[in-house]
């Protein structure tokens, strides 16, 4: 059965940074694509960013350049490094596993239980 395990959150100033960890049991977690969605008070959830099987990466607009999503095969963890935090920024974040190509929610098989992250100004 596939587990996956989001850790790393926390509450940090603008401009600050944060790593979020997504551990994995019960797969080897670069035969899925690896996807990090937020949540926010009153919204949907959103696509942030993933890594693809292959090792390849996409990025939500709002994101790039200032995060970057990777893994360790050897941990069986995928990580999500996120730089010059901004108060928008702060949300419930999860990690997802897909066996598809993993842009869209609906993709997603199994999710991790969500980490928040609070950005303050």
């Known amino acids: 059965q596939v587990q996956l395990v989001d850790s790393g959150g926390g509450s940090v100033q603008a401009g600050d940074s944060l790593r979020l960890s997504c551990a994995a049991s019960?797969?080897?977690?670069?035969?899925?694509?690896v996807g990090w969605f937020r949540q926010a008070p009153g919204k949907g959830r959103e696509f942030v960013a993933h890594?693809?099987?292959?090792?390849?990466?996409s990025y939500a607009v709002s994101v790039k350049g200032r995060f970057t999503i990777s893994r360790d095969n050897a941990k069986n963890t995928a990580y999500l490094q996120m730089n010059s935090l901004k108060p928008e920024d702060t949300a419930v974040y999860y990690c997802?596993?897909?066996?598809?190509?993993?842009?869209?929610?609906?993709?997603?098989?199994?999710w991790g239980q969500g980490t928040q992250v609070t950005v303050s100004s």
């Open positions: 997802g596993a897909a066996t598809t190509w993993g842009s869209e929610l609906h993709e997603y098989d199994y």
């Open positions: 019960g797969c080897t977690i670069d035969s899925y694509t």
């Open positions: 890594i693809r099987r292959n090792g390849g990466t």
